[in-house]
């Protein structure tokens, strides 16, 4: 039995290790955090996040070989291998402030992991880190004067929320990276052995270190790159009249292209996107490439852009303001199922009506909870609803920001009668059947398509 730790129970730690736990019974894994309340909850009936599938495998093996605990150092002690899965955000002071990433808390752990070793560890990255963390994280593990060694392994994770388990079970790609020594290479069999319990040998590649760690920040900024580039054509396709949905399908059946993630939206959220191109961005000025740089920057500024025009473009359609106009948002997930509201361009979009002095109803099947709590400093000027047809009422306008599919079936008639008139749809997902809400009556504004409104002029 190999005894598996990972420091960090969040969307990433508490999904992966349940799966890994799945395929390995031989193992026993326990997953470990800071946050005594997360930990209660993944012990509890309710667990901290929503994943499809994750309750099941959780609820089935759970107190036979994985375990979530509060007890980070005797964990520590007892581990043959140890995964770090904690946050990695955005540096908010002194060099790099608002691009690099802040490697504080990943420092501590290094250090808590030597105190309270008394075995060697193979140490992996599961978290998203600037190329060249392992060498500072094998520095401090390695110096020590307990005659203990450390390998560190990177093993970047690919899953997406809402398809997490999805991605485990069955994934693109799993990478191991690991030093080119003997030691090295053990401890990347040794990784390679876990993920070989389910996942073929032909979809685990295994690189260097520095390929491994600079393959998420590249992966990550490719796809965010796609959605950028498409919403840079849409705006483009609001202005011609030609339309982005049958653009993205034209450029899509290139095979050299692919037509995954050209889905032209309000922009792309989540708690990685933007952080992990900072991060890019950082490192490029870094290493003194300022072109580079440059190039990777404006994925994120055409991003904003797309967030900040998506308000303009309602302001200026509901008559030039939306003060004191009830604005119902639908979904303010950063994404269809997931309850995360991490960078949700929902957020963006709440906020840029508010300082138009709209009051904004917000409706979300699951995120309603984290939305409160990202939106608290603003908590008197919004309503939360988790009716959307009571958050449509009265309403003058409705924004769609998720692509929630239980959007596309409700009853826009209904909706429509109980609507402030003339009512207008924004449909920053294009998931609704415009033309059947524009015969309903609604004049319906969506991602780079022509508007349809019922006004001559
Ligand atoms: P998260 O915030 O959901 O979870 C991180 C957890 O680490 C938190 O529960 C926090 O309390 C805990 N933590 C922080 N410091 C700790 C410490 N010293 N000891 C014990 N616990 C500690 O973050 P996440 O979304 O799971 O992301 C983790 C990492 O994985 C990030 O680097 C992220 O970029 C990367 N990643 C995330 C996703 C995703 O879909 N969310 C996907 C791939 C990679
Ligand atoms: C993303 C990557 O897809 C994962 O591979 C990666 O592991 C993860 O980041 C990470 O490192 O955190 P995630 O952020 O969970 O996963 O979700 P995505 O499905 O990538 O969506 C990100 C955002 O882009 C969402 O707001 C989504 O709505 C938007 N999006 C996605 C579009 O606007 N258009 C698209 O065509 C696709």
């Known amino acids: 039995m190999t005894n598996i730790l990972c420091i960090g129970a969040g969307y990433v730690g508490g999904p992966t290790m349940a799966v890994i736990a799945k395929h390995c019974p031989q193992h026993r894994v326990v997953v ?12 509890s009936d309710q667990l901290p ?16 070989n994985l375990f979530f605990s509060t007890e980070i150092n005797r964990n520590i002690a ?33 250090r808590q992991i030597l105190e309270n070793s008394t075995t060697p560890k193979i140490v992996v990255e599961k ?30 994770e690919f899953l997406a929320e809402g398809t997490a388990i999805q991605n485990m079970e069955n994934p693109d790609r799993v990478l191991v990276g690991g030093r080119e020594t003997p030691s090295g290479q053990e401890a990347v069999q040794t990784i390679v052995d876990i993920f070989e319990q389910w996942v073929p040998r032909e979809r685990i590649i295994t690189t260097n270190l520095w390929s491994s760690e600079l393959s998420k920040l590249a992966a990550n900024a490719f796809l ?34 692919g037509p995954q993630f050209l889905r032209a939206s309000v922009g792309f959220g989540g708690s990685c996107f933007k952080k992990d191109i900072l991060n890019l961005v950082y490192l490029c000025e870094y290493y003194g490439l300022p072109e580079v740089a440059e190039y990777w920057s404006q994925v994120v500024t055409m991003n904003e852009y797309q967030k900040a025009n998506f308000v303009s473009r309602m302001v200026t359609a509901l008559f030039n303001s939306v003060a004191g106009k009830r604005i119902a948002l639908f979904g303010v997930a950063f994404k ?18 508010l300082e138009e002095q709209a009051h904004v109803v917000i409706t979300d099947p699951y995120a309603l909870d984290n939305a409160r709590a990202s939106l608290s400093d603003v908590a008197e000027q919004v309503s939360f609803e988790p009716d959307p047809y009571a958050a449509a009422e009265d309403a003058h306008a409705i924004a769609v920001l998720t692509g929630w599919p239980q959007f596309a079936e409700l009853d826009y008639e209904t909706i429509h009668v109980n609507m402030i008139q003339p009512s207008f749809i924004f449909d920053g997902r294009n998931i609704l059947d415009h033309k059947k809400l524009y015969e ?17 002029n």
């Open 32 to 43: 470990v955090d800071i946050n005594e309340e997360k930990i209660a909850a993944w012990q």
């Open 127 to 156: 978290s998203t880190l600037p190329v060249r963390t392992a060498e500072a994280m094998e520095r401090i593990l390695n110096f020590n004067d307990k005659g203990l060694h450390f390998d560190v392994i990177s093993n970047p």
């Open 78 to 110: 007892e581990a043959d291998i140890i995964f770090v899965s904690v946050n990695t955000p955005t540096k908010t002071f002194g060099q790099g402030a608002g691009r690099a990433a802040d490697l504080q808390y990943w420092e501590k752990t290094a």
């Open 336 to 353: 269809a199922n997931t309850s995360d509201t991490r960078e949700s361009p929902a957020l963006t979009v709440c906020r840029g009506l």
């Open 224 to 257: 965010a790159q796609r959605i950028s580039s498409i919403n840079a054509i849409a705006n483009l396709c609001e202005k011609t009249e030609a339309d982005v949905t049958e653009v993205a399908h034209a450029v899509g059946t290139d095979s050299r292209i």
């Open 440 to 456: 309903i009556g609604f004049n319906v504004y969506a991602i780079g398509k022509p508007p349809r409104t019922h006004f001559t």
């Open 49 to 64: 996040i929503y994943e499809p599938g994750l309750r099941e495998i959780v609820f089935n093996i759970r107190g036979k």
